[in-house]
């Protein structure tokens, strides 16, 4: 499985990005697809997932409410959607899939990493 995460960039504080990761692989839908953050400093921190079936998504309260995962089989793709965004939100974001179940947010229990792209929050 390879993936290829896009759509960083600068925006102010409370302006919207919106993310997406392409994934080579034929079985996409057997996949649990999520979000991962890093910050300068600190650990890579669970952000979002979505279940294979598209209808369970997870978030960590930092960005519930302001961010929303979806994917769509069709492209192979998972996006993030980032509105109300806050100078901390600020880190490379990290696209990720396990084969299985969603109940997982650990990073350990994803198998396959993107390459990360850099989110900068201006104040």
């Known amino acids: 499985v390879q993936l290829q995460a896009s759509g960083g960039g600068l925006v102010q504080t409370g302006g919207s990005l919106r993310l997406s990761c392409a994934a080579s692989?034929?079985?996409?839908?057997?996949?649990?697809m999520a979000w991962f953050r890093q910050a300068p400093g600190k650990d890579r921190e669970f952000v979002a997932n979505i279940a294979r079936s598209s209808s369970i998504t997870y978030y960590a309260d930092s960005v519930k409410g302001r961010f929303t995962v979806s994917r769509d089989s069709a492209k192979n793709t998972v996006y993030l959607q980032m509105n109300s965004l806050k100078p901390e939100d600020t880190a490379v974001y990290y696209c990720?899939?396990?084969?299985?179940?969603?109940?997982?947010?650990?990073?350990?229990?994803?198998?396959?990493w993107g390459q990360g792209t850099q989110v900068t929050v201006s104040s």
């Open positions: 990720a899939a396990r084969g299985g179940s969603h109940y997982y947010i650990g990073r350990d229990e994803y198998d396959y």
């Open positions: 692989v034929r079985t996409f839908g057997t996949y649990t």
